[in-house]
C-alpha cells in the first residue's frame, strides 16, 4: 500500500462469511457431503435458476435473517433439481435432506463470520469502515444476526441504492460515507470482477480475500494485495 489507508470498504457475501469462497462452491460442497446423487454440472444449473429467480422476483423481505434467505435458496434448488427430474426422492427423504443441508451451512456461516467479526473489530479500533455488498434489501438483519450491525458507519446495498457491482458508483457511495480520497481507501472484497476492477477504477487500494472461485479466471495481478484469510489484514 503506497498511501496511508484512512479507512475500509468490505463487501459481505463471499468475503465475511465463507472465507472468500464463491457461494456457489460453498453450497455445492454441502451437497456433496450430503450425499445428493446429481453432478456439478446440475447443480450449477439449480444454483443460476434459484440466483436469478431471486434477482427477478422480490422473494426476499427485508425481515429475513440469513438462515431465512438461505432456506429459501436451498428450496428454490432442490425444487429446479426435481422438477428437472436430476433428483427422484420421497417427501420425507426430500424434508430431511432440505434441514440437513440449511443445518450444514447455516452453522459453517455461523463459525465462519465469528471469525471474521473478531478480526473486523480490532480494525474497527482503528479505521472507520462501510460495507457495500449486492444483497437482497435485508442486510442489516443479517448484520444484526452475526453481531456485526455496530462494526460499519455506514451500509449500501444494492437492493436499496438500485446499483450493483460492479457498477463503480456503488463504491463511490462508500468512499463519500467515509469522506475520504480513494486512494485513502482499501477495498476488500472476494471477487475480482464485481469488487476489485470498480475499486481500482476509482483509485482505491485493493485487496483480493482469494478463495475457492466459480471459475478459475480471477486475475490476481489486478489486486494490490492477495490474502487468504481476513486476519492478514492486521498488521
Not at 444484526?144 to 460492479?166: M, Q, T, W, Y
Request: hydrophobic share 40%; net charge negative; glycine share 8%.
Amino acid at each position: 500500500m503506497k498511501v496511508e489507508i484512512k479507512g475500509y470498504i468490505f463487501d459481505y457475501g463471499g468475503t465475511l462469511d465463507t472465507c472468500g469462497n464463491h457461494w456457489g462452491k460453498v453450497i455445492w460442497h454441502a451437497w456433496q457431503r450430503a450425499g445428493l446423487p446429481v453432478n456439478e454440472q446440475q447443480f450449477r444449473e439449480a444454483y443460476v435458476y434459484a440466483e436469478r429467480t431471486l434477482g427477478r422476483n422480490p422473494i426476499i423481505l427485508p425481515t429475513y435473517t440469513f438462515k431465512k434467505l438461505l432456506d429459501v435458496k436451498l428450496r428454490l434448488e432442490l425444487e429446479y433439481l426435481f422438477t428437472k427430474g436430476y433428483w427422484q426422492t420421497d417427501k420425507q427423504e426430500y424434508g430431511k435432506t432440505e434441514l440437513a443441508l440449511l443445518t450444514d451451512l447455516y452453522d459453517g456461516v455461523k463459525r465462519t463470520v465469528e471469525h471474521s467479526r473478531e478480526v473486523l473489530m480490532q480494525i474497527h479500533n482503528h479505521y472507520p469502515m462501510v460495507l457495500v455488498s449486492n444483497f437482497y434489501g435485508n442486510i442489516e438483519v443479517v448484520l444484526k444476526e452475526f453481531g456485526l450491525d455496530s462494526l460499519f458507519c455506514h451500509v449500501v446495498e444494492s437492493a436499496v441504492v438500485k446499483i450493483r457491482k460492479p457498477d463503480a458508483r456503488i463504491f463511490q457511495m462508500g468512499i463519500d460515507a467515509l469522506g475520504l480520497n480513494p486512494n485513502e481507501v482499501v477495498v476488500v472484497g472476494d471477487s475480482i470482477k464485481k469488487d476489485i476492477v470498480p475499486a481500482k477504477s476509482l483509485g482505491c487500494q485493493t485487496v483480493w480475500f482469494k478463495g475457492e472461485g466459480w471459475t478459475d479466471e480471477e486475475d490476481e495481478s489486478l489486486a494490490d494485495e492477495v490474502i487468504t484469510d481476513l486476519s492478514q489484514l492486521i498488521r
